[in-house]
């Protein structure tokens, strides 16, 4: 029993060190806590959810919208979707153009700086892509 109360102290002193956050709330700390694979994968997971949103805002400004609204109701058009995913990939347009490599090197990097660690993930993304593709 004494066993069993000592690992359930132990279990919620840990995770009241890391508690649970949403994706939006993640940060520096967060990202030097990945290995180098969990990175990746973080990226990679940014990098398709970006190219999902933006091939379906551009899948959204072909189809024909309805007077009454501001913005796009997408409709869920999956051969629209496809097609501007294969049209930004093959333009290049995507906006966060780079590989999941180069991003996680230069968030990495990006973190680096203690005064930067208190700042989010996606923010980190922002910054960093902004540096990335800004004209020479």
Do not use: K
Request: overall charge neutral.
């Amino acid at each position: 029993m004494a066993v069993g109360a000592v690992g359930i102290l132990g279990v919620q002193a840990w995770s009241a060190q890391d508690p649970a956050r949403h994706w939006i709330e993640r940060d520096g700390t967060h990202w030097g806590r990945l290995g180098h694979e969990a990175q990746t994968a973080y990226v990679e997971g940014f990098l398709a959810g970006a190219a999902l949103g933006q091939a379906a805002e551009r899948s959204c400004s072909t189809q024909d919208l309805r007077a009454q609204r501001q913005g796009c109701e997408w409709t869920g058009d999956s051969a629209g979707l496809t097609r501007a995913i294969g049209e930004l990939r093959r333009s290049g347009g995507f906006r966060f153009p780079y590989g999941a490599n180069v991003y996680a090197s230069r968030i990495s990097d990006y973190y680096w700086w203690h005064n930067q660690r208190p700042l989010p993930t996606w923010y980190a993304f922002w910054e960093v892509n902004s540096i990335l593709t800004r004209p020479n």
